[in-house]
């Protein structure tokens, strides 16, 4: 169910809506249908059946809040983001960026390469130049045998293997390990195991034929094959603020421990997306981390800098996604996500997940260098701060309109501080005589 140019105001006050008003605008934009509104209804209280087919010594779920971030438009496309995440602020900060970017620029997003990689390795190769040559005069013979006998129906879909690479790795005595990459195109799938499975079953005739013993099978998630870009240009920013962004930005690209958090801040959009969908965000993130420190030295997989009076920024990552097989369309919610987004492949999923960390990424620097990061995030997490200090029913309002005072007073508040202005309504309510005298 594709949602694209279809969405237009009803993006529109989103936040202020409640959650049947939230529901209902979905299924007017296309991205739930009733069905999913009913399913959404019951909690998604799934039978541990389900749960024993995807891991081990089940003992039942634990849920994550299921939301949507707004305004997405990429590439010209409109988008409801779904998001699987626990965390306060990701979804408004990623909202209340896209708007801005929707309103004053655009995102655009691109592919370059189209493979995975697995990896043959040779622990300890007695005659790595003997191995290239024997490799090399069997190449197409190995990637026609892994094609037919393994991923056929990978090529009938416009995929398969499509080329062996080795690579020299100097072991720490000084002697050699071999290391063959597997180029394999997935189509739509994340391909983990099929790549897995190609690499073990190359093992044997690649003995055969090069009488060195093969160590290990398995693939990487350093995937430098295949990179996922998105680009943002927001047009007339305040040269302050664009100031501020692109020097945080250059923070982040000169300085390692700067450059975890901020990745992890564009992790923080793209993972809840690869939740939501079923994906493996543990993959990802190892390569997020890894492709940070290709070049020898980590540092961040964003730029953010100034243009005349535009502000530019970009992501570069490998991102491994599927839309096909596995949990993204076993477990119902991710099925049901994955619909919601309306993607028509993998690598339309690997862009939007890609445009999401860049707005996340924008989003997190924005506040840090302008109305500061903890007041804001402060602000949004009044709701939680309410809930942990036992608020219940009318009390909830009172609690967080209180909160939001002294917020604005000190610029920040406590658990301490919601504790203590529960106690205050409560004994006002057993004591209203005493509140009248206080006031008088």
């Known amino acids: 169910m594709a949602l694209k140019n279809k969405i237009g105001d009803l993006f529109k006050g989103f936040s202020k809506l409640t959650r ?29 059946n389900l749960a024993e087919q995807f891991i081990e010594n089940v003992i039942g779920y634990f849920q994550l809040p299921l939301g949507v971030a707004t305004n997405f438009r990429v590439d010209g496309h409109d988008y409801v983001i779904p998001m699987a995440v626990e965390e306060t602020s990701i979804i408004a900060a990623l909202s209340k960026n896209a708007k801005w970017i929707r309103e004053s620029g655009e995102i655009h997003t691109d592919i370059q390469g189209e493979d995975f990689i697995g990896q043959i390795q040779f622990a300890k190769v007695h005659d790595f130049e003997k191995l290239k040559i024997t490799l090399e ?157 290709h070049k020898g030295r980590y540092t961040s997989i964003t730029h953010w800098e100034m243009r005349g009076n535009d502000l530019i920024g970009k992501l570069e990552a490998p991102i491994m996604v599927g839309i096909v097989g596995g949990v993204t369309r076993l477990h119902p919610t991710a099925k049901m996500c994955l619909n919601m987004l309306g993607v028509e492949s993998a690598d339309e999923l690997s862009r939007v997940v890609a445009a999401v ?55 920040r508040i406590t658990l301490s501080n919601a504790i203590d202005i529960l106690r205050e309504l409560r004994n006002k309510a057993l004591y209203p005589h005493l509140a009248m005298s206080e006031s008088e």
């Open 20 to 48: 049947p008003e939230r529901l209902s605008r979905l299924v007017s934009m296309g991205a739930l249908t009733p069905d999913d509104v009913k399913y959404l209804a019951q909690n998604q209280g799934l039978s541990p």
């Open 137 to 293: 005069k069997n190449k197409n013979y190995l990637i026609n045998l892994a094609n037919t006998e393994v991923a056929a129906n990978m090529v009938k879909r416009g995929g398969g293997v499509k080329d062996l690479q080795l690579r020299h790795v100097m072991r720490p005595d000084k002697s050699s390990m071999a290391v063959l990459h597997v180029l394999v195109n997935t189509c739509n799938a994340m391909g983990a195991n099929l790549i897995t499975q190609i690499c073990e079953f190359l093992k044997h005739p690649i003995e055969t034929l090069s009488q060195e013993h093969v160590s290990m099978c398995i693939l990487s998630n350093l995937c430098d094959t295949k990179i996922t870009r998105a680009h943002v240009v927001i047009h007339n920013v305040d040269p302050l603020i664009a100031e501020g962004i692109a020097e945080a930005s250059l923070f982040a690209e000169s300085d390692p421990y700067r450059a975890a958090t901020s990745n992890k801040g564009a992790l923080n959009g793209m993972d809840p997306v690869l939740i939501a969908t079923g994906n493996d965000w543990r993959a990802v993130e190892a390569g997020v981390h890894a492709f940070a420190a």
């Open 357 to 411: 960390g860049l707005v996340q990424n924008l989003g997190a620097i924005r506040a840090l260098t302008t109305f500061g990061f903890i007041q804001g995030h402060m602000k949004l997490h009044i709701s939680n701060l309410t809930l942990e200090a036992g608020a219940r029913g009318r009390e909830i309002p009172l609690v967080k309109k209180r909160l939001e005072e002294v917020l604005l007073l000190r610029q």
